[in-house]
């Protein structure tokens, strides 16, 4: 599995990425308003982010007809070669999604729930699925539950040449709000987690690691003495 992070901020992705095990980014319109970004300044702060990562960076649309979804994809995709745009999965978005990886630019759909509508965004050509695990646990529904109908149902075709020619749909564990939700998402074989900057230091720290280090050096203190 591969980690995304879930940020805007440049600063978490700059640290992130400085830990060697980052694949890539995704944003959203919610992500952006918290690190207090500006409507002029979204697209000089996308580059940046698409400069700070070697990987796919998400960036997302805000219009929900196709023509809108399809003329704000192909500005964003104008921004850094690794743009991603992100696109919901409405019907109005399955239909900017084929348009979109008919001109080779790779789409990621996102609020997606069901395994219908996954099989949905990949048939219309979307590079990634985002189906969101934590939105689901806040109805009182098991999102990991159903990212794994989802990554099972995926995995029971061929998708290539469905979307930008040469390129295989992946799966991407969103909404992850806990540790648990990233062994889970790796256990049910999501090809990726994008996971928020909080989370993605518990995942490394563990008490017993820094208690373990810290005997360590102790008996090393001794050893020198010794
Ligand atoms: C990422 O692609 C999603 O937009 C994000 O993970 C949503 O997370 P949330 O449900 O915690 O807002």
Same mark, same amino acid.
């Given at each position: ?101 008919? +001109?080779? !630019? ?8 069901? /395994?219908? %509508? =996954?099989? @949905?965004?990949?048939?219309?050509? *979307? ?42 749909? +992946?799966? !991407? ?8 939700? /990233?062994? %889970? =998402?790796? @256990?049910?074989?999501?090809?990726? *987690? ?33």
């Amino acid at each position: 599995m591969k980690f995304f992070i879930d940020t805007a901020d440049l600063t978490e992705i700059k640290e992130a990425a400085s830990w060697g095990a980052l694949a890539g980014v995704t944003t959203n319109p919610t992500l952006y308003s918290r690190i207090g970004g500006t409507l002029a300044n979204f697209p000089a702060h996308i580059e940046k982010i698409c400069a700070l990562s070697t990987g796919p960076v998400s960036a997302e649309v805000v219009g929900e007809l196709r023509s809108d979804i399809i003329a704000e994809g192909r500005e964003l995709a104008k921004i850094a070669p690794n743009v991603v745009v992100k696109v919901p999965t409405t019907i109005e978005g399955l239909a900017a999604t084929r348009a979109l990886a008919d +001109e080779g !630019i790779p789409v990621n759909m996102t609020l997606c729930f069901t /395994v219908p %509508q =996954a099989i @949905l965004a990949a048939r219309s050509g *979307a590079r990634y699925i985002s189906p969101f695990v934590g939105r689901f646990d806040d109805i009182s529904e098991d999102g990991i539950e159903q990212l794994s109908l989802i990554v099972n149902a995926i995995n029971n075709y061929d998708w290539t040449n469905v979307g930008v020619p040469g390129e295989q749909v +992946e799966v !991407i564990a969103a909404s992850i709000r806990s540790v648990q939700h /990233v062994t %889970q =998402a790796a @256990l049910v074989g999501a090809d990726i *987690a994008t996971v928020p900057f909080s989370v993605l230091r518990k995942c490394v720290e563990h008490p017993l690691t820094t208690n373990g280090l810290s005997a360590f050096a102790a008996d090393w203190e001794k050893v020198t003495k010794a």
